[in-house]
């Protein structure tokens, strides 16, 4: 399985809250719910999860399977630009941003990066390294925009090494 495939499938599974093998509304339900209880405040995936079941929901049955998943990708990113990355993707890039930039002035430095990582019970261990292979322009800040490549990559590069605990991250429980 490629890579993009694998990480696709983790994304998945990171969605699929109530674990039915679907993506489906009530995921985000459980996760409003989960964040309501005291679960630290991550990404509320409603919006996120409703953008692939709009989109990806071959059998028009309001879920998505692991496989409908995988075909949305392969339809809608792989060989494309990011320029033609589906809008609800796009918002993806720009909530996780928005989680990182603390200090809400457009830019995420590798501290905020790292506390990001921190706060959502991952290791700071790597974050550097990632850190640097998501600042595409080496100016030592995230961009919105370089977290729209990242969220591009993350569906289509086929490198097994593809950053993505930023992504992960985000929907820590």
């Known amino acids: 399985m490629g890579a993009y495939k694998q990480r696709t499938l983790e ?4 969605l699929d809250v109530d674990r039915n093998g679907y993506v489906n509304p009530s995921d985000s339900e459980l996760s ?3 964040q309501q209880a005291g679960a630290p405040a991550a990404l509320n995936p409603e919006w996120l999860v409703m953008g692939f079941v709009k989109e990806g929901d071959a059998n028009r049955d ?3 399977s ?3 998943m995988l075909s949305f990708v392969e339809k809608a990113m792989v060989g494309k630009t990011v320029d033609t990355m589906p809008a609800f993707l796009r918002r993806l890039a720009a909530e996780v941003f928005a989680l990182m930039d603390t200090e809400k002035n457009g ?3 590798k501290d905020q990066f790292a506390r990001y ?3 959502y019970t991952y290791s700071s261990s790597g ?3 990632e850190f640097t292979r998501l600042d595409r322009d080496g100016d030592g800040n995230l961009t919105v925009d370089e977290l729209q490549h990242a969220t591009f990559a993350y569906f289509t590069d086929p490198e097994t ?4 605990r930023w992504l992960h991250a985000a929907f820590a429980d």
């Open 66 to 68: 692991k496989d409908e």
């Open 32 to 34: 409003a719910l989960r």
């Open 127 to 129: 974050a550097e390294e």
């Open 117 to 119: 990582l921190n706060a």
């Open 107 to 109: 830019q995420v430095s």
């Open 62 to 64: 309001r879920k998505v």
């Open 161 to 164: 090494d593809a950053p993505q």
């Open 11 to 14: 994304l998945f599974n990171l």
